[in-house]
């Protein structure tokens, strides 16, 4: 009987020196993944990265940080090759890589597009294949879209769109790689209380997400913790494998569909 959890499984994050990703890189370590691998985009993330991998080792994990541009395939490529021979194996793929604009459609120009493209669609595309061809059988595979998917709102075109191919992208990952036993799954969390939502959004916008009860049936602020998101993640790339193909959005009632 094949072993779900958690515990002496192998794990690369992209994007998990910080915020979400690095939260939930100590939660795998806690709960026993016996190597964490570590993606970071620059250099001006790379303290935050030694600073995760220290709290993954002082949770009794092996910790290997591991810097690329993943809008190039060639990084992605490169990223799994070497986090597979510094873990022996991969078993979990997680990728919480994004970024976010909040402009009127009217007034993004290509290069503005082309970026959004390639951090939030072609990055998540190229990190799903090299997921497929070198996680190791029964694996996990779990990325990071927008509850922005259940929504009807502006000015969120690029962001929210960009993220949308990613659903399909899960279904079609988890039809070809299930023979495997990999499961493929999104997850699409609320705006977030962290420093990726506030750079996109003016002084009244972050206001009203912070007082507006009504962005969510629960009466706190609107937002959500990234306390909230990582046992979701958590349970489905463990015990939760049998959901595949899925996206979900984990909001607190912030948007449905």
Known sequence: MTDHRIHGKTALIAGGAKNLGGLLAHDLAAHGASGIAIHYNSLATRGQAEATAAAVRAAGSNAHLFQADLTRA???????????????????????????????????????????????????????????????????????????????????????????????????????????????????????????FYPAEGADAVAYHKTAAALSPFSRTGLTDIEDIVPWIRFLVSEGWWMTGQTILVNGGYTTR
Do not use: W
């Open 74 to 196: 060639g990084a992605v490529e490169k990223l799994f090759a070497d986090a597979r021979q510094a873990l022996g194996r991969i078993d979990i793929a997680v990728n919480t890589v994004g970024k976010v604009l909040k402009k009127p459609m009217a007034e993004i120009g290509e290069a503005e597009f082309d970026e959004m493209d390639a951090v939030n669609n072609k990055a998540a595309f190229f990190f799903l294949k090299e997921a497929g061809r070198q996680l190791a059988d029964n694996g996990r595979i779990c990325t990071l879209v927008t509850s922005l998917l259940g929504a009807f709102t502006p000015f969120y075109s690029s962001y929210a769109g960009t993220k949308a191919p990613v659903e399909h992208y899960t279904r079609a990952a988890a039809k070809e790689f299930g023979g495997r036993g990999i499961s493929v799954t999104a997850i699409g969390p609320g705006p977030m209380d962290t420093p990726f």
